[in-house]
Nanobody, 122 residues
Framework: QLQLVESGGGLAQPGGSLRLSCAVS????????IGWFRQAPGKEREGVSY????????NHANSVKGRFTISRDNYSRTVYLQMNLLKPEDTAIYYC???????????????WGRGTQVTVSS
């Protein structure tokens, strides 16, 4: 059974950086496309970044382009989200999810982690 576990969240100052990790277990990670999503208090969950199973195709939401970078290491079964130039509006619970898709549509992802909290505040 595929399982995803996020880590790396925490408190960062505006303009700072964090790197989130999504550890994949229970199945071959290179057979899944991975998305990062986030949900801020009182808001709907939104797609942030996508990476294909090969790592060759990446996509980022407009709100994070130029600041966030997604990558994956299939050997270590981990997907990363490097977040730079953080803003208070990036505060949210961040989730990674696995599926067979090229989108950032929630319904296209079948397995989800439990999330990690990111807070950006001075």
């Amino acid at each position: 059974q595929l399982q995803l576990v996020e880590s790396g969240g925490g408190l960062a100052q505006p303009g700072g950086s964090l790197r989130l990790s999504c550890a994949v277990s229970g199945y071959r990670v290179d057979t899944y496309d991975i998305g990062w999503f986030r949900q801020a208090p009182g808001k709907e969950r939104e797609g942030v970044s996508y990476i294909s199973r090969s790592g060759n195709v990446k996509n980022h939401a407009n709100s994070v382009k130029g600041r966030f970078t997604i990558s994956r290491d299939n050997y270590s079964r981990t997907v990363y989200l490097q977040m730079n130039l953080l803003k208070p509006e990036d505060t949210a619970i961040y989730y990674c999810a696995a599926g067979w898709t090229n989108t950032l549509i929630e319904e296209d992802y079948s397995v989800w982690g439990r999330g990690t909290q990111v807070t950006v505040s001075s």
